[in-house]
């Protein structure tokens, strides 16, 4: 089965820096999703990427996916408290859209 | 867009009730459903999937008659977590896709106390 190791698990960030989350696996990505989650609150899509090499942006957060398509990693760039929560990647297999989640990177930004 | 809505957002229950969570699609129908458990400190786990009109397929370990999953119309699946005990308390989550191989859009969750 496949597994998704997400690094850190936490991180803490004065407000405006800027911070990278990675999201390994154990098998080939097919589709790898980025999701945000608050507390209280269902998860927030971000990005999907499915092409090695692939690039996505959405205000601040760029996120990318390896040529090899084993790691993504999702970057925020000039950090805000509105960034602030739990981070999640998800991964799809061949054919397949039941995800495999890793356990989250949870983000805290201090003003 | 696609809104899935999940109701309850929160619920208590007392050890030995049953409690039933819906998923609905909002504006658009759904073929696909899936339901996830989020335990603390872990990530999502996939419970089970669910096709309009046929039996749910659950994932090794997850009990089928604790949790019965219904996936009567297009638009909504329900969870009903039977006889529950407190170490159902957890975070129920669903997604739900227009059609099998399509991006599945996640509701809001339920957190579920059992006490």
């Known amino acids: 089965s496949q597994e998704l190791e997400q690094s850190p698990q936490s991180l803490i960030v004065q407000e405006g820096k800027n911070l990278t989350i990675n999201c390994t696996s154990s098998k080939t990505l097919y589709g790898l999703y980025w999701y945000k989650q608050k507390y209280g609150e269902g998860l927030i899509f971000l990005m999907m990427l499915q092409k090695g090499g692939e690039e996505k942006s959405h205000e601040k957060i760029t996120a990318k996916l390896d040529e090899k398509k084993q790691q993504s990693s999702l970057h925020i760039t000039a950090s805000q408290p509105s960034h602030a929560g739990i981070y999640l990647c998800?991964?799809?297999?061949?054919?397949?859209?039941?995800?495999?989640f890793g356990k989250g990177t949870k983000l805290s930004v201090i003003p | 867009g696609a809104v899935v809505s999940q109701h309850p957002s929160w619920v208590i229950c007392k050890s030995g009730t049953s409690v039933k969570i819906e998923c609905r699609s909002l504006?658009?129908?759904?073929?696909?459903m899936f339901w996830y458990r989020q335990f603390p400190k872990q990530s999502l786990m996939l419970m089970a999937t669910s096709n309009e009109g046929s039996k749910a397929t659950y994932e090794q370990g997850v009990e089928k008659d604790k949790f019965l999953i219904n996936h009567a119309s297009l638009t909504l699946s329900t969870l009903t977590v039977t006889s529950a005990h407190p170490e159902d308390s957890s975070f129920y989550i669903c997604?739900?896709?227009?059609?099998?191989?399509?991006?599945?859009?996640f509701g809001q969750g339920t957190r579920l106390t059992v006490v």
């Open positions: 997604s739900a896709s227009r059609a099998v191989n399509t991006e599945a859009f």
């Open positions: 998800g991964a799809d297999g061949a054919g397949s859209y039941q995800l495999t």
């Open positions: 504006d658009f129908q759904a073929t696909t």
